[in-house]
């Protein structure tokens, strides 16, 4: 509070100006995709229809662009070598333009594709997400992460405020219109004022974002105590329920090697979330590990050895799963996390709190190279199920092309749960892929 009572005090309208020309300057391509797609979409609540399926298309492409430009933008404010980073925007928006030819030409919005495509582009945008907050301080070498700690927590503390304020602004300019018209017995012309007085109200909103953005020595704020209050929730809030859940997992871990049977599939998601918690609770808490010597020993040392066992557990109901239903892109993805998993636990018990860039990274570099690429995850089970579902044809004969009838007879002779094992491969593959060979 002191901070914003500071800021209104020493603001002049000249002030305002340089933050406003310096935000365009830095974020001008940002600003010109929120006004464009801002006046589409009121265009469109209003009845008029301004582009159709491609130019669609080549508009979801430049926003992909545009947000991976906002992260270059960031990165080039701290580069050695300006045209290194101008070189790299140029490469980046020729690829997105090979990128939308690709799109255009290809089947990509079919059934046996929409899922990579989707789970592809999810990658990309998590990736660029996850790796924002330390591209601006990428060659700094001082072994510490704490300023791109205080910027990815403040970018995330302006958008919470920015989406309380856009509801605020909303609900008072609605009611506002509600009692003119009510008053006044005033028409403002139907729905299509309201949505467009939204879409223009959540426009100057997402400026702001851009506004809040610091620059210069300011993205260097080295405090451990900018964030205290969510350090302190972790650890008398977070923490102690994340020891819950792993008491419950030991008690379950016990119960099923006395009673001698498998875990069930259920607990690879159980673990998974108790370790993304870890995860979570660990960054959230960096920079207290670095003066904290008794929580930075439970952190480091206790809780990665305490996660070896769950993990094991996780393990051992991934293989159970795979082994008796197969492989899926869901569980490949498990597999994928499983092995980040361990990685993490290892190198943060030799690491202790050196950095935590490398979590971001890795898990961004892993999700790009499982999922955006030709051979994802999805392609790697739509050509195993395909392939377990054509030997299973040819095993009884049943490849085709053949004669219907033909099929028929020898379909009708086989066992009847050799009958319902086709089906069932045939229904997943169809429904899934839309593969009807």
């Not at 301004?50 to 130019?55: C, F, G, P, R």
């Not at 050509?383 to 040819?394: F, G, P, R």
Request: aromatic residues 18%; charged residues 15%.
């Amino acid at each position: 509070m002191g901070k914003l009572q500071l800021f209104f005090k020493d603001f002049t309208f000249q002030k305002g100006k340089d933050i406003f020309v310096n935000t365009c300057k830095r974020f001008f391509i940002q600003l010109w995709s929120i006004t464009i797609f801002a006046i589409i979409l009121i265009f469109e609540v209003n009845g008029i229809s301004v582009t159709d399926d491609l130019e669609g298309l080549l508009l979801y492409v430049l926003a992909i662009g545009a947000f991976i430009d906002f992260v270059i933008v960031l990165w080039k404010e701290n580069s050695k070598n300006e045209g290194v980073a101008n070189l790299v925007r140029a490469v980046v928006w020729v690829l997105l333009l090979v990128y939308y030819i690709y799109l255009n030409l290809s089947e990509i919005f079919e059934q046996s594709h929409i899922d990579a495509f989707l789970i592809g582009n999810l990658s990309v945008f998590t990736a660029v997400t996850l790796v924002l907050p330390f591209v601006r301080f990428w060659s700094d070498n001082d072994g510490d992460d704490v300023p791109a700690y205080n910027l990815m927590f403040g970018l995330i503390r302006n958008q919470f405020l920015i989406y309380i304020v856009q509801v605020i602004i909303v609900s008072a300019v609605l009611l506002l219109m509600f009692s003119i018209s009510q008053l006044f017995n005033f028409d403002f012309g139907g729905d299509e004022v309201f949505f467009s007085v939204i879409i223009i109200i959540y426009w100057f909103t997402f400026c702001l974002f851009f506004v809040g953005i610091p620059y210069g020595d300011k993205l260097y704020n080295n405090s451990i105590d900018e964030f205290k209050v969510l350090q302190k929730g972790v650890k008398y809030v977070l923490l102690p329920l994340l020891l819950i859940y792993i008491i419950v997992i030991f008690m379950y871990t016990l119960k099923i090697v006395s009673e001698w049977e498998l875990p069930k599939g259920m607990v690879s998601y159980l673990v998974s979330g108790v370790m993304f918690t870890y995860v979570f609770s660990y960054i959230c808490l960096y920079p207290t590990l670095k003066v904290d010597t008794k929580l930075t020993f439970i952190m480091c040392k206790i809780l990665p050895m305490v996660m070896l066992p769950l993990l094991g557990l996780m393990t051992v109901g991934i293989i159970r799963r795979v082994s008796d239903y197969g492989i899926t892109p869901t569980r490949l993805y498990l597999i994928t996390l499983l092995l980040w998993f361990y990685v993490i636990c290892i190198v943060i018990f030799i690491r202790n709190t050196q950095r935590i860039r490398w979590i971001f990274t890795s898990f961004a570099l892993l999700f790009l190279l499982t999922s955006f690429q030709p051979f994802n995850y999805t392609k790697i089970c739509k050509m195993v199920h395909i392939s377990q579902y054509e030997k299973l044809l040819e095993q009884y004969g049943l490849i085709m092309p053949t004669d219907s009838k033909e099929y028929d007879k020898i379909f009708r002779k086989l066992p009847e749960n050799v009958q319902n094992d086709i089906i069932e491969k045939q229904e997943y593959i169809v429904k899934k892929y839309g593969y009807e060979k």
